[in-house]
Structures are given as structure tokens and as C-alpha cells.
């Protein structure tokens, strides 16, 4: 049996010095990887939040069908729209929806209500909805706004024109522009 030098002995330690560095190297790269692998995941979640809220902004779209306004005293004092999801849109629930109202002398957004004032707007069923949510591609629902309670009794007068930007739960917008015809004599309803 052969006796162990110096020499064999410093080797020996020089080994497991290497061997307790390559262990904490080890250990610090898995916990870099569980970090990053972490990170990965909280980014694909909020990736994925993003693209679905992105998703119903483009899709969950208002379809106007018609828009009706009522005549009194030479101008029109109530707008009417029909309105439908567009297809492909997710239920639209109408109750949570703005309408922003701009014309040439008024800017003011209305919220849904029972009745009628100038900063509301009132709904009904056409066909085919349970109370104020568009589910199916044949619901209709009509929006009522009171142009006369806005403009400060006066309603839209012939010739004028006025934006409707209605915007739903999921924050999706459609914008309708309101053009009174420049003949209003003789007419209860007009289509603007």
C-alpha cells in the first residue's frame, strides 16, 4: 500500500472545493430558471387578459337598424334608434351602456334610466330581449333620447345634426350620426 503524499492531499481538497462550487452554481441556476419560468407565466396570464379585453373592444359591436326622430313645434324633440348586436359580438348588456350626445350647442353624457331627463336615456324591448340585454342576432331594443330636455327645450332644429356615441359593458363604442332633415313641416316622424 502506497502512502499518500502532500501532493495527494492538496489534490483532494482542490476536488471537493470544485465539487461545493459546482453544487452552488447548481442551486443559482434553479432558482434563476424557477424565476424566469414564473415571470413566463405572469406574462401569458396578463397576455392573455389583454387579448380577450382587446378582443370584445373590436367585436361586441352595436348595429343601428333605424333611427326615428319625432317632430314637435318645427323641430325634433326625440331621437329613436333601433338597435341589434352585430354578429359575432358577445351578449351586449344595455343597461351598463353611455350614450354620449354631441351637437353644435350641446355636449352631454346620458346613462340609462327609467325616465327621460337630459342627462338620461330610457330603453324598450322591440323583440325578442329579456329586459336590456341583446343576446341573440334577432333581439332589437329602441333608445330613446329627449333632444328637447338637452338643448334646453328647443330640440334639434331642420338642418341640424347631432353625434350619438354609444358605448357598452365592454367599453366598444358605435358612433351614429344624427341628420335632421331641412324640411320638417307637415311631419310627426322623420328618419334622421
Not at 10 to 27: E, M, P, S
Request: proline letters at 2%; zero cysteines; aromatic letters at 2%.
Amino acid at each position: 500500500m502506497r502512502e499518500l503524499s502532500d501532493t495527494d492531499v492538496d489534490r483532494g481538497q482542490v476536488g471537493i472545493g470544485t465539487l461545493i462550487i459546482f453544487i452552488a452554481l447548481v442551486l443559482v441556476a434553479a432558482v434563476a430558471a424557477g424565476v424566469l419560468v414564473n415571470t413566463a407565466g405572469l406574462l401569458q396570464s396578463q397576455a392573455e387578459d389583454t387579448g380577450s379585453d382587446a378582443q370584445s373592444e373590436v367585436s361586441n359591436q352595436i348595429d343601428v337598424v333605424s333611427a326615428t326622430g319625432t317632430v314637435s313645434s318645427s323641430s325634433v324633440s326625440t331621437v329613436e334608434l333601433v338597435v341589434k348586436k352585430s354578429p359575432g359580438s358577445e351578449p351586449i348588456n344595455l343597461s351598463k351602456a353611455t350614450v354620449q350626445y354631441t351637437s353644435d350647442s350641446s355636449s352631454v353624457t346620458l346613462e340609462n334610466a327609467s325616465s327621460t331627463s337630459s342627462t338620461e336615456f330610457s330603453m324598450s324591448d322591440v323583440s325578442g330581449t329579456d329586459g336590456e340585454v341583446l343576446d341573440a342576432n334577432s333581439d332589437r331594443i329602441r333608445i330613446e333620447i329627449s333632444t328637447s330636455s338637452i338643448e334646453g327645450g328647443n330640440g334639434l332644429a331642420a338642418g341640424e345634426e347631432a353625434t350619438l356615441e354609444v358605448t357598452d359593458q365592454s367599453g366598444a363604442s358605435t358612433i351614429y350620426g344624427v341628420n335632421v332633415p331641412d324640411v320638417l313641416t307637415g311631419k310627426d316622424y322623420v328618419r334622421v
